[in-house]
């Protein structure tokens, strides 16, 4: 007898006496093979069933995140600045989107692991040893050797998605940083409102645009136009020697009527032939009308309306991030 009863597992006591005949023959029986070919089933369908498990909850993973994600896509963000909020809506797409990716990969990995604990199920019963020498003999690899490299997959994709996470983790944080940024020169006496900038004296809001590129670093070497100023009300030098052209056109609402593409025809005529502008802006702090926005497009002027004026005035934001040039 192979099996012996020194440990502590006992056979069932089964009820009916036939069955209890039978395992004893069984078990008085077995042979080494029989034993080692059984042990080896049970340990790959205990390791099977794990390995199916932790695709399963993989997969859970991965979906849960991906809602997560999409639902901050679609987040109202009615008490957020747009920028902001765009922010936050453009790391989140970024996110479904890799998400999304890996979300197809587990889904297929999971259905392959529960096709091939499947056929090992299915194999049940069978004799142990017949069973085990088929499938030595099979040019074919066992159901339990089609899931090792599923497994293997499962630690590249849950690095992968971790990668994924702390990436989305890293750019929320530089956005909370940003609007934390914001939110201080929103307090402080640098900032301006467009209420305060729309009562502004067409003067001052030429300086304001001089404060402005002056603030980020730029050297202004004219404050304020007039006659004989050629469309150019403020000219700077950047730090990298590129020179800057601003038109200024102040309304006294934003609802006071749009920049029509006349006054974007006569600075494109001087911008850069007379004042070699490397760049050219138009600003106002009320709307531009579509003409003039299809050609300021067409010439590679930058408008800078009420909208981006509130970013570059009231949140401190530099000019090369609000014209969006990095």
């Given at each position: 007898m192979i099996i012996k009863t020194l440990g502590k597992i006992r056979p069932h006591r089964y009820a009916n006496k036939d069955f209890r005949r039978w395992m004893?023959?069984?078990i008085g029986k077995a042979t080494q093979d029989q034993l080692l070919a059984s042990f080896i089933y049970t340990t790959e369908a205990t390791y099977a069933q794990s390995i199916l498990g932790i695709l399963y909850e993989h997969v859970q993973d991965v979906s849960r995140e991906r809602a997560e994600a999409k639902a901050r896509q679609t987040a109202a963000l009615a008490d957020t600045p747009k920028p902001i909020a765009d922010l936050c809506?453009?790391?989140?797409?970024?996110?479904?989107?890799g998400l999304a990716d890996e979300l197809t990969?587990?889904?297929?990995?999971?259905?392959?692991?529960?096709?091939?604990?499947?056929?090992?199920?299915?194999?049940?019963?069978?004799?142990?040893?017949?069973?085990?020498?088929?499938?030595?003999?099979?040019?074919?690899p066992s159901p339990f050797e089609t899931m090792m490299p599923l497994w293997s997959q499962y630690?590249?994709?849950?690095?992968?998605?971790?990668?994924?996470?702390?990436?989305?983790?890293?750019?929320?944080?530089?956005?909370?940083?940003?609007d934390a940024h914001r939110m201080a020169f929103v307090r402080s006496e640098a900032s301006m409102t467009l209420e305060q900038i729309h009562a502004l004296h067409h003067s001052e809001f030429e300086q304001l645009a001089a404060d402005l590129v002056r603030r980020d670093g730029y050297?202004?070497?004219?404050?304020?136009?007039?006659?004989?100023?050629?469309?150019?009300?403020?000219?700077?030098?950047?730090?990298?020697?590129?020179i800057v052209v601003?038109?200024?056109?102040?309304?006294?609402?934003?609802?006071s009527g749009a920049i029509g593409s006349p006054d974007l025809q006569r600075l494109n005529g001087t911008a850069r032939p007379v004042h070699n502008a490397d760049l050219v802006i138009a600003m106002t702090?009320?709307?531009?009308?579509?003409?003039?926005?299809r050609f300021a497009d067409s010439q590679k002027i930058h408008l800078v309306e009420a909208q981006k004026l509130e970013r570059w005035a009231t949140?401190?934001?530099?000019l090369s991030e609000v014209l969006e040039l990095i």
């Open positions: 004893g023959d069984a809506r453009a790391a989140a797409c970024q996110l479904v989107e990969e587990a889904e297929q990995a999971l259905d392959e692991a529960r096709a091939a604990f499947k056929k090992m199920k299915d194999t049940f019963g069978d004799p142990a040893v017949r069973r085990h020498r088929q499938t030595a003999k099979s040019s074919e630690s590249d994709a849950a690095d992968r998605v971790a990668e994924l996470l702390n990436a989305d983790a890293e750019e929320l944080h530089h956005v909370a940083m940003l050297r202004v070497t004219r404050s304020g136009g007039g006659a004989g100023d050629l469309g150019a009300d403020v000219i700077a030098e950047s730090p990298q020697g590129e601003i038109q200024c056109k102040h309304r006294a609402s934003a609802g702090n009320g709307t531009f009308s579509l003409p003039a926005r949140w401190g934001q530099p």
